[in-house]
């Protein structure tokens, strides 16, 4: 699947098989600044936004479940490393 991601005035493409392993190859994009992140597409992404929540940390821990963003990322590092080496920058 192909998604698109940005902050600010920049948009990216990422491809990954399925939105965690895409959310996580973002989030370590941007340095983990993840509260910058706007999801744009595929459209039924956006409901899963932290886009400047309040706790950004938590609510990345409530769109991930289980044990969180970190354990997925520990436990899926392959597949997270390989959609982050798709990244194109769109605009």
Do not use: Q
């Not at 940005?6 to 392993?21: N, P, Q, R, V, W």
């Amino acid at each position: 699947m192909v998604f698109e991601y940005g902050a600010m005035s920049s948009k990216y493409s990422i491809e990954a098989d399925d939105k965690l392993t895409a959310y996580a190859a973002m989030c370590i994009h941007f340095g983990g600044n993840a509260k910058l992140i706007a999801l744009y597409s595929p459209e039924e992404c956006k409901k899963d936004s932290w886009l400047m929540a309040p706790n950004t940390e938590e609510r990345l821990n409530e769109v991930f479940g289980g044990d969180g963003f970190f354990a997925y990322i520990d436990e899926h590092r392959d597949e997270v490393r390989a959609a982050y080496d798709t990244i194109k920058k769109l605009i």
